[in-house]
């Protein structure tokens, strides 16, 4: 502003021009004093500012500015004055320089022709000099990379060289590592190198032996050692060491990732050779090959799946190992083999990346599994005969066990639980509900007909019934009884086959309990109670039977279906939790209510009765014969080989084996009873009755069709060396232990009757004390009806006896009694039968 009022010294015109100024600068944001805006309109505000105000002040306004543009013009045309003297001047400065440039470029002209005259030659000289030096560079330079070419080529000759020779052990191995660490070396190097011809066949000669170092790796090193089963533990030792040295080998190829799925891969590829899907197909038309074939292929599946996955855990763990603190002093040189291992391999810590190969080989065994399992199915979906859910307990189970012996394996993925639960959970489902639907619906209608007829006469068991009513029900279902016992295969099939998985075991028991409880409830319902016994004669030298009634051919059919029942499904139930189920009790329960239990006791009391001729009649007790003996043993197998051969075997062809055994003990019972009551034996007599416990060995060994018990046969043992001993038998009855050392299995009680036998019929005894034995037998003093009663006490001892379990001797001590209340025996007592009295006396 200074130099405004400096310019135009008139105060009006500075006021007008400074209030045209400020307009300029509130209407385009410049000051006009400080910058030159390019400015083409009048003021906006000023105009407004001059148009309200009056045409006297208009008109002196642009008088003011009128003064002051006047003033500048003047100034404008005075400095143009000014300036055009000086640019006259410079002018002629210029013409001047030009001038002078002009003379210079001409003697720079006449320069260069005499150079060029005279140091032509030189110059071109150096110019070529030049090219050349430029030319030999390049040459040395290529001499340069041509002998690092030669250089490379011979350090890879010189390592594959090196590379042949190599063997699997860990020094090899270490050897291939500094191999492989050279090359990893070369390799960064040549990918440095300029890209030419000759780099780019150095760079496949150099891949191409890393494909080599990284094949001997992987084939020689890792997948041989998984192939090869460790035996001890310094194999799985050495095995880690081995892989750690791999790691060191991938890891400086850079290749750790590829060849690791590479080797998930081969190994899934051995695992699958297991399964051979078109063998149990071609298999299928026999139910348990393709089983057979199926489990076989399963277990050595999981055999092989559990080689790897041990290997495998072993190759991840590995990727933490410090070899150099693990190294024994005989192998302490292969660090100086190779100094790398001196250097520790990265530490991976989350375990998930660390084991994520166990995770991923697993995960795709699962499939593979899966896959097989769900293509069989597919394939047979409506073959009954390839049904995978009936072996779904031993795929279970041998996965069980696989996987219990991998527990020590600690690794974040179960193969177990999830093959469990997604693969067999479905399975074994259809398992249970196969279980449900072959079991309960044929319990059931297993008797449903004979259950029917009972209905329809509103009646709902025989137990009900009178005798007449029951025989005429009988006959209407006596056709209708069960006599198909597959339904006992079928549950002994489930049984065993759930035997190795306890957790389908258990539901198995629970659906077979169900399925047996139906059947025994149909067959307490179907049983007769006149069906039970034997209608028999009172015995003698010939027996008559009557012909089976429909009571007694129904419980027969009961008896051979439930004991077939029973057998065919006792011998599955042996584990401890078979034993303590409700299925073992039900069994149990089953044997007890053998619908002809009784028969063999009616049979026994037949033959007792028969034999009781040998003491009726006037025959002075203890008196009678062998010859009675022999006669009434001949009577006893009539009968048995008569009831075998018309009544047993036509009527119970199976499960008769008990009732037999049952027969022989109460014939064999009967017989050694009263031949160990006849006393003296002459020489004859001993023959005769040796060559009749014989004959009636061999015949009850027929009709068993197997050797007599052990039981009876030691019954009749003991008889044999009763009969034989004479006078000597008191010393060896007096010993302690007597039943073990002379083998003389028998009751007491039995042996005290054989010994009251040899007293009351020694030739020691007066006359007139046979004559007060005779008016008060023994039988009196005992309180038995007759002697065949008494001698029934002692049978039934027989019948009882169990040689492991000791019995309470009852009559030894009564004998005594009995003989001591005569006075005419007591010299003989105290005399020649003073040892078979203190034997009585003890027992």
Not at 307 to 319: E, G, K, P
Not at 619 to 640: N, R, Y
Request: charged share 20%; proline share 3%.
């Amino acid at each position: 502003m200074v130099q405004l009022e400096e310019l135009l010294g008139d105060v009006d015109a500075i006021s007008t021009c400074k209030q045209l100024l400020s307009c300029y600068k509130d209407d385009i944001g410049v000051d006009a004093l400080d910058a030159l805006p390019d400015v083409t309109t009048a003021s906006a505000s000023f105009l407004m500012q001059t148009a309200g105000k009056p045409s006297e002040h208009v008109k002196a306004t642009l008088d003011n500015l009128n003064h002051a543009l006047l003033i500048v013009q003047s100034l404008r045309h005075k400095a143009v004055l000014n300036h055009t003297s000086d640019i006259m001047k410079s002018l002629d400065e210029a013409n001047t320089f030009v001038k002078l440039l002009d003379d210079a470029s001409d003697s720079v002209a006449l320069l260069r022709e005499n150079v060029e005259s005279h140091y032509g030659d030189p110059i071109s000289l150096y110019r070529s000099l030049d090219r050349d030096i430029v030319c030999l560079e390049r040459l040395c330079h290529m001499q340069n990379y041509v002998v690092e070419c030669i250089d490379i080529l011979s350090t890879l000759c010189s390592l594959k060289s090196e590379a042949l020779d190599l063997k699997a052990t860990l020094c090899d191995f270490a050897i291939l590592l500094n191999i492989a660490h050279k090359l990893a070396r070369i390799i960064v190097k040549v990918r440095k190198m300029e890209r030419t011809d000759v780099q780019k066949v150095i760079t496949e000669q150099c891949n191409e032996f890393m494909a080599e170092v990284l094949r001997i790796t992987f084939e020689s090193g890792v997948l041989v050692s998984f192939r090869t089963p460790t035996v001890h533990s310094d194999d799985d030792v050495m095995f880690l060491k081995l892989m750690v040295v791999c790691h060191y080998i991938f890891r400086e190829l850079d290749a750790t990732p590829s060849f690791t799925l590479r080797l998930v891969d081969e190994i899934v590829a051995d695992t699958e050779r297991c399964l051979d899907l078109q063998q149990i197909i071609a298999a299928r038309g026999s139910q348990n090959e393709w089983q057979h074939i199926l489990l076989s292929q399963f277990s050595e599946f999981m055999a092989v799946y559990k080689s790897y996955m041990n290997s495998l855990y072993v190759f991840c763990r590995s990727a933490n190992y410090r070899l150099s603190d693990h190294l024994k002093d005989s192998e302490l040189h292969v660090l100086k083999t190779c100094e790398l291992l001196s250097q520790p391999l990265p530490i991976q810590h989350d375990p998930l990346e660390l084991f994520s190969l166990c995770e991923l080989y697993a995960k795709r065994c699962v499939g593979l599994l899966q896959r097989a399992l769900e293509h069989l199915r597919g394939k047979h979906s409506t073959d009954r005969r390839v049904d995978i859910s009936m072996v779904v307990p031993q795929l279970i189970s041998i996965g069980e066990s696989t996987h219990s012996e991998l527990r020590g394996l600690n690794i974040p993925f179960n193969l177990h639980d999830y093959y469990f639960k997604k693969i067999c959970e479905g399975y074994a489902k259809e398992f249970m509900l196969n279980t449900a639907e072959r079991l309960i619906p044929t319990s059931k209608a297993l008797f449903m007909d004979c259950i029917k007829v009972l209905n329809t006469h509103n009646v709902h068991a025989f137990t009900e019934l009178s005798g007449e009513r029951e025989m005429q029900l009988a006959s209407l279902l006596v056709h209708s009884v069960p006599t198909d016992t597959s339904i006992a295969h079928t549950l002994y099939g489930f049984l065993d086959r759930s035997h190795c998985c306890e957790t389908l075991h258990r539901h198995v028991l629970q659906i077979a309990n169900s399925a047996f409880q139906n059947i025994m409830d149909g067959a307490v319902k179907v049983s007769t109670v006149g069906g039970a016994r034997l209608l028999l004669n009172d015995g003698g030298s010939k027996i008559s039977l009557k012909r089976p009634n429909d009571g007694q051919i129904i419980n027969a059919r009961l008896h051979q279906f439930l004991t077939s029942l029973v057998h065919t499904i006792e011998p599955c139930l042996v584990t401890p939790l078979d034993l303590e189920s409700q299925l073992f009790r039900a069994v149990q329960a089953c044997k007890e209510m053998n619908p002809i239990k009784h028969w063999a006791d009616d049979v026994g009391a037949t033959v007792w009765h028969t034999v009781s001729y040998i003491s009726s009649g006037d025959c002075q007790e203890f008196g009678w014969k062998v010859h009675q003996v022999l006669t009434a043993t001949q009577h006893i197998v009539k009968i048995c080989n008569f009831l075998c051969e018309n009544y047993f075997n036509p009527l119970v062809p199976k499960g008769r084996m008990h009732l037999f055994r049952k027969l022989s003990t109460h014939a064999i019972s009967a017989f050694v009873i009263y031949a160990l009551t006849v006393w003296p034996l002459g020489e004859d007599d001993r023959i005769a009755l040796l060559s009749v416990v014989t004959d009636l060995e061999m015949t009850m060994s027929e009709i068993l069709k197997e050797s007599l018990p052990k039981l009876e046969a030691e019954y009749l043992a003991s008889l044999r060396r009763l009969i034989f001993w004479g006078e000597e038998a008191f010393d060896i009855l007096l010993s302690p232990d007597f039943h073990t050392e002379a083998c003389l299995w028998l009751p007491d009680d039995v042996i005290s009757l054989h010994v009251m036998t040899r007293i009351l019929n020694s030739e020691h005894i007066p006359a007139d004390a046979r004559g007060e034995l005779a008016k008060a037998p023994l039988h009196q003093f005992l309180g038995a009806n007759s002697t065949h009663a008494m001698l029934e006490w002692f049978r039934d001892a027989m019948l009882l006896y169990q040689p492991n379990v000791p019995s309470l001797a009852l009559y030894g001590g009564r004998f005594a009694e009995y003989l001591l209340q005569f006075k005419s025996l007591e010299g003989v007592l105290a005399g020649p039968m003073k040892d078979a009295m203190a034997f009585l006396a003890a027992h």
